[in-house]
Structure formats: C-alpha cells, structure tokens
C-alpha cells in the first residue's frame, strides 16, 4: 500500500506483505524523498540495510547509488538441476559432503592454491587503477564464496508440472549463494565514500543514500565496475557450479541464476530511470530467478509476473527476522539442531548468526507476493556448507 503520509515531494511507494520492521520502512520512505527518486518498492523479505533496505526497490532519474546498489555488488544465486533422480543423495551423503569441502572455499581472503580460469578474468580490468589493482586479488578469489549468508548445498529440486524443459519428479540439485567478494565491496566502498563527498548537504542516514550522476566521470567508473562486477560474481558461481559438477560427475539439465544486488537501466510508467535492487529479484515478465529460504527451508525457483508497481521486482529470500547480534545472543546450536534434523540437513559449517530461527517465514513471503512471481518448483536442502563460525558477514 501507499503511504499516506509520505511528504508531498516524496516519490511514491508500495510496500508488500506485513510485519516488515518500522526502521527499514524508514529508510525507504528517506530514499523516496531524494530529489533523484522517482518510484519505490518494499519487498516482504525487507529489514534494515545500509542506505536502502534490503529488500528495497528504488528506480531514480540519471543517478546511481551505491549503497543502494549493495556492498556486495551482484551478490546473486545459481542453480544447477542435474539429470538424476535425487535419490542418489541416499547412501552417497559422505561422498557428496567430501565435495562440498574439497571444491568450496568460504569466508574473506578464500582462495584456491590453483587459481580457476575463466574469461572474465580477459575483461577491461583497467576501468581505474582502483579496479586495475584488484585484478590479482580478484582472480585468487575466483570460485569461492563469502562470509555471512552466502552458502553453497546440496539438495532436492522437485517439479510437479512438465516445465523448464525437464519432466515432473526429483532431481539431484545444486544451489549457491554468493557475489563479487573483497573487489566488489572495495569498489562499493570506495564508491559509496566518493559520493557522500559529492554531497555534503547529505547528513546524518542521508549521507548513506548520497548519489553520483551518471554524466560524471564518477558516475560512469562506478557503473562500468559494477557491470564488471557483475560479469566477475556470474563467474565466481560458474566456477563452483564447474569444479562441484565435475566431481560428482553427472550432467548438468538446467541452469537458473539471478543478481539481486544491482542497478539496471530500465523503462517504467514511461521513463527511463535507474533501477537499484538491493536484495530484491528481477521478476519481469516471464523472468526465472531463485529465491532462498533458510538452511532449514525451501527455496523456490520463480517466474516473474511483471508488477508495474514493484518495478517488476520480488523477494530475494526469507529476510531476516531479527540483526546478526540478536541471533547470536539468542541461540545456540542446541537451539538449531532438532529444526535441522526434522528437515532431514546436514550443517558442515555456518555461525549460529544464520540459524534458521534468525529468519522470517520463507512461505509467508511467498505468499505476500504472490502477485510478482508464480512458482515453478521448490529447491530442499540437505547438505549446507557456509562461512565457519567468526567470519565477518559480507553481505
């Protein structure tokens, strides 16, 4: 619904599903009153984000913000659906674990003793010596994961109707969780700071919304990172997806991936703005994006519906429920393991900060927006590697 009582030079907004906590409400009712701010969203997964909720859709005239666009720059999910019945996960668990722990790196400075090749890495890495510089870094990180959220597991994928080109059952399943790494937030970083120089009118939450025009030499090195990034976090996934696929060595079906940390040059109510999806889905019409649950919980493989309103935008997972320190405070693993064990998953490694209880209701927020995406198929995890315990988040 719209809030009435947005000022009159505020752009407008709509908010999806309830029980979304007053401070992040906040921040995207402050985003909407920008002199650049053209239309907002508020996805039913929102909760308190740096600048922009997560979960906030904001679409604004020539102008992009980095921390609207996220810390983790193109922080995205991949699925890979491989052609056999997803039985084969009784009896092989050690097997597939072992994989897991082999062909994964998590957590900051991860990297692999042989570095992984792919083309990005023949990309314009020379945008500015910032980015220049994080080629090396970049490209010893390439194939791993984050800390905080991002994971990678096993499961089953389940299909009850003939779509995505595979027929109905169960498959054996793949699914991450990951974006740019250390270049993307050290871009983001030194980005976000350039801006919030470019306007010191901004003070105080405001200062974190602080913009650069996109006819700026600022404006255009920020966004060509971001691009690069974006090509960088699609490989980072493709590589794990690569190195796991051949170790278990079966074939690959189907491949189904989408950023959810990003900005997008697009149309909408006939003007072309700038779309930052800060932990929200493209869900245009007839788009396929992957929207997770929790370790305890589904995740689910959606086609978008095209909402005029969310600027053709969804969830981009169950949200949290409550800050990383709350949940540390709160629980322990004493706490997760019986929810863990009812829902037939096996933990490797994770901080008890992404207990499944530190999220909100992944079907209540499916059902919430029900109205953006259609669901395809569900994802059920039962092996889960994550950061170890102690890792700073990066998401």
């Not at 990003?262 to 006939?270: D, L, P």
Request: hydrophobic residues 40%.
């Amino acid at each position: 619904m719209t809030d009435d009582d947005q000022p009159v030079t505020s752009a407008p907004w709509r908010q999806w599903g309830d029980h979304i906590q007053d401070n992040a409400i906040e921040q995207l009712r402050l985003a909407c009153s920008l002199p650049i701010s053209v239309r907002g969203a508020l996805m039913p997964d929102a909760h308190l984000g740096f600048g922009l909720p997560v979960g906030g859709v904001l679409a604004t005239r020539n102008a992009v913000i980095p921390y609207a666009v996220g810390v983790d720059i193109a922080c995205r999910m991949r699925l890979s659906v491989f052609s056999v019945p997803a039985k084969r996960l009784k009896g092989q668990e050690d097997r597939l674990c072992k994989i897991l722990e082999q062909q994964t790196r998590f957590g900051i400075g991860a990297a692999f003793e042989d570095r992984n090749e792919h083309a990005v890495m023949d990309e314009d890495w020379s945008i500015t010596p910032l980015v220049s510089k994080l080629k090396d870094k970049a490209w010893d990180q390439l194939g791993t994961s984050g800390s905080g959220n991002h994971f990678v597991e096993f499961g089953t994928f389940e299909l009850t109707q003939p779509e995505l080109g595979l027929a109905p059952g169960s498959y054996l399943a793949l699914l991450s969780h990951s974006g740019s790494r250390g270049s993307g937030a050290a871009i983001a970083n030194h980005y976000s700071k350039l801006a919030a120089q470019q306007r010191p009118e901004l003070t105080g939450p405001s200062s974190q919304l602080a913009w650069l025009t996109l006819d700026s030499e600022a404006g255009q090195e920020y966004w060509r990172a971001m691009e690069l990034m974006g090509l960088y976090a699609a490989a980072n996934h493709a590589c794990i997806h690569r190195r796991i696929a051949r170790a278990v060595g079966e074939k690959v079906a189907l491949a189904i991936e989408n950023h959810h940390n990003f900005a997008w040059k697009e149309t909408h109510f006939g003007e072309d703005v700038i779309v930052h999806r800060k932990g929200a889905t493209p869900a245009g019409v007839g788009v396929l994006g992957v929207i997770p649950g929790s370790m305890a919980t589904p995740s689910f493989i959606v086609r978008g519906r095209g909402e005029p309103d969310s600027m053709n935008s969804a969830a981009h997972g169950a949200g949290r429920a409550m800050s990383r320190t709350e949940a540390k405070n709160r629980f322990t693993w004493k706490d997760a393991r019986p929810l863990l064990k009812e829902n037939g998953v096996t933990l490797l490694s994770a901080g008890i900060d992404e207990a499944p209880m530190a999220y909100k209701d992944i079907h209540a927020v499916m059902a919430a927006q029900a109205d953006l995406i259609e669901t395809l198929a569900t994802f059920r995890p039962s092996l889960v590697k994550m950061a170890p315990a102690g890792e700073a988040p990066e998401d």
